[in-house]
């Protein structure tokens, strides 16, 4: 394929793939299935800052997807919320294809205004606005700039028109975006998780260039650490001045993070490092072994009609600094669980597994999680068990009348500080272990950090359906345990919080 733009264009050079599109080429279309020589990753979802050739590399797969991939009638779509988008792939393709004279006499492509044809199977590659309409069968799209997307219609009526296609590829190549609402943004979470492996998910093969919450976006290094095509297809003067520009003007520093850093805007930094939460876990823990150990119940329950969770907290001193070990449970009523959205498919995964308990009906039965708690109570006879006494008060009542020692645990921000810090710590230190359950790890990697008065942070969920509840009902217990190890009352601690 030839250069379409630029000095290499001038020259009527061929473009040369740099390693880390290599990679991303080998790795997306080289690994197959044994059990029938197909691709394995059905989806592509590529997030690269401006001017690092990605549309270039689209166009390119777009043609070979078009002329090469083997598919009778193949239906390739440069899909956008508008033309000039759509044609930003469309395009460079179209002109590649047009250029390659001997390629497309081969081919049998026939290269028209607003599309390109192999007349003797039907092939086609052309542009799309909005939906392609229910008579398509995309055998590849590809979706540009996604988080400019408002809505999943596009990108979902072309994956689910791939139904009669052996190995379609759906390839969506963005940038960051503002749009933390927007069906990109959603996607991009999907990615962080199976990257992170927190969600499994083997069609999909995920590459996000950009810079780390820990990274200082004003130094020239992250330059180089967000651009894969740094010095060769995006000036290295260029961003340098960008850079310079948003140093200067407040206002322009969103848009630079953003195009040139790859850094989602409105995004609030996750609370957990989920690298070190994964070598924390220990599918081998056994809790009957930690029975008489000191324990704490913490216990978070949300609406009737929501998910409810139960942590219990082992703690055990081990040359003088406190090791904890967690398990927990969950329970949500049936009709939250066959509600369609992102969760459906990964809370039936966990009833099957035996992680979540499903309620009959449409609400919460709390009487079945008070009993689980009190039979859990008689077992390991924990020293407290606390909650937050919304809608708690009458699991509380009931515990209490079987003299089992019951806390409210108030969720502010001042509250949170020291047993958040310890936890953080603790994970960080390889003092806590857990069992690995796949829920609690779930909400740790959904809490988020949202900064308050007197430079505290309080955990919260960046949006409705990334469920936290494991997360808050494991820092309620460590919030005990803190204060037993202190010796202090929890007021104390609270007045005298850790500033962050």
């Keep these: 394929m030839p250069h379409t733009k630029g000095k290499w264009a001038a020259k009527k050079e061929q473009i040369k793939l740099q390693p880390w599109q290599c990679f991303l080429i080998v790795v997306g279309f080289g690994w197959l299935r044994k059990s029938n020589g197909k691709r394995r990753f059905r989806t592509f979802y590529w997030e690269i800052p401006r001017k690092n050739g990605k549309s ?66 039907g092939s086609k590659f052309e542009p799309v606005i909005g939906n392609p309409g229910d008579g398509a069968s995309p055998s590849c799209a590809i979706v540009d700039e996604y988080h400019e997307h408002d809505t999943p219609n596009l990108y979902d009526t072309m994956e689910t028109g791939m139904g009669a296609r052996e190995q379609p590829l759906m390839l969506a190549i963005t940038t960051a975006g503002a749009n933390i609402a927007g069906p990109c943004h959603e996607k991009h979470d999907e990615v962080c998780k ?12 995920g590459c996000i260039f950009g810079i780390d919450p820990e990274d200082d976006w004003a130094d020239p290094r992250s330059l180089i650490k967000a651009n894969p095509n740094y010095g060769v297809s995006v000036d290295a003067d260029f961003l340098l001045a960008q850079q310079r520009q948003a140093l200067q003007n407040p206002l322009q520093q969103n848009k630079f993070k953003t195009k040139h850093l790859n850094v989602w805007t409105s995004v609030l930094s996750g609370v957990m490092n989920m690298q070190q939460w994964a070598l924390c876990a220990d599918p081998m823990l056994d809790e009957d072994e930690l029975l008489g150990s000191d324990c704490w119940i913490g216990t978070d329950l949300a609406s009737k009609s929501d ?43 966990w009833v099957n597994q035996g992680l979540l308990t499903q309620t009959d009906g449409a609400t919460v039965d709390f009487e079945l999680i008070t009993e689980t708690i009190i039979e859990d109570c008689k077992r390991i006879n924990p020293r407290e068990a606390v909650f937050d006494p919304f809608n708690a008060v009458p699991m509380m009542q009931a515990l209490m009348k079987k003299n089992i020692e019951t806390v409210e645990f108030i969720q502010t921000a001042a509250a949170f500080a020291v047993p958040l810090d310890e936890l953080l710590t603790a994970v960080k230190d390889g003092r806590f272990h857990h069992d690995g359950n796949e829920m609690t790890t779930w909400c740790m990697s959904n809490m988020v950090a949202r900064p308050t008065k007197k430079g505290l942070v309080s955990p919260m969920k960046q949006k409705p359906h990334q469920k936290i509840d494991g997360a808050i009902a494991a820092i309620m217990a460590v919030a005990r345990a803190c204060v037993d190890e202190a010796g202090l009352p929890l007021d104390d601690i609270i007045n005298n919080p850790i500033v962050y």
């Design 56 to 121: 270039l590399l689209a166009g390119g797969i777009g043609n070979y997807m078009f002329t090469a991939d083997g598919e009778f009638g193949a239906e390739v779509y440069s899909g956008a919320t508008t033309e000039k988008q759509a044609w930003e792939v469309f395009g460079p393709a179209r002109l590649m294809m047009s250029r390659s004279h001997d390629l497309a006499a081969y081919m049998g492509v026939e290269v028209m205004a607003k599309g390109m044809v192999v007349l003797s199977n």
């Design 194 to 205: 199976v990257l992170e492996g927190v969600q499994e998910n083997d069609e999909l093969f």
């Design 307 to 349: 998910l409810c969770a139960s942590q219990r907290l082992y703690r055990r001193d081990s040359h003088g600094k406190a090791h904890y070990y967690l398990f927990g449970s969950y329970w949500l009523p049936e009709e939250a669980i066959e509600e369609p959205g992102p969760n459906q498919a990964h809370y039936r995964k």
